[in-house]
């Protein structure tokens, strides 16, 4: 029997593609043959779609990040121009696998019953520096249908962010319940 993607999506005449761990796996149908992309290899081709970024469009942008506030010099425009071309290939990285080898993936109905009630949900992303953000509750119930998620480790569950999953800028923290706290019931 061969082997079938799981949630094929139609990609063009007879070939279907689905993402598998941190592959993409393009078949045809007619005659069940498989591409399978690995992460570097998705990288690479990323970097033709992307168009080179022009010093005038980061110069653009520079200007909207201070609005206007303060004027650099040409040397410090072209440190700038630098790091926020590293920024944007930082972007174009595919996520990253599990940190932990031991990961521990949840299903949608556990994730469901940890995360917190209301209409705005906490998240971080970073490890080192960690950036904090409500996501909707609704952004975070679509992420449940596109990402697995998991258990986060001790620390991130002690600060109240016991799951997380990965998207394509890396992982998501997503509060959580208590731990002794139990999952509401309906009535």
Known sequence: MAYKPQNPAPLGGDNEVSWEHESLVIADTTDESLVV???????CLLSFLIPRVTDEQIDRLILLLFAG????????LKSMRSAVRDWLAALNQPP????????????????L?????????HTFRG????????????????????YAFELS?????????????????????VETKPV??????SH
């Open 127 to 146: 490890q080192v520096v960690p950036v904090g953000a409500d996501w909707p509750r609704a952004s975070i119930l679509a992420a449940m249908d596109k």
């Open 113 to 121: 019953s940890m995360l917190v009630d209301g209409d705005l949900i």
């Open 69 to 76: 506030l303060y004027q650099f010099d040409e040397t410090e």
């Open 37 to 43: 992309l690995q992460p570097k290899e998705i990288s």
């Open 180 to 185: 002794d706290q139990p999952p509401a019931t």
């Open 153 to 173: 480790g001790p620390v991130a569950t002690a600060g109240g962010h016991g799951m997380a999953f990965r998207d394509e800028h890396g992982i998501v923290f």
């Open 96 to 111: 990253a696998p599990s940190l932990d080898k031991d990961a521990t993936f949840i299903t949608k109905e556990e994730a």
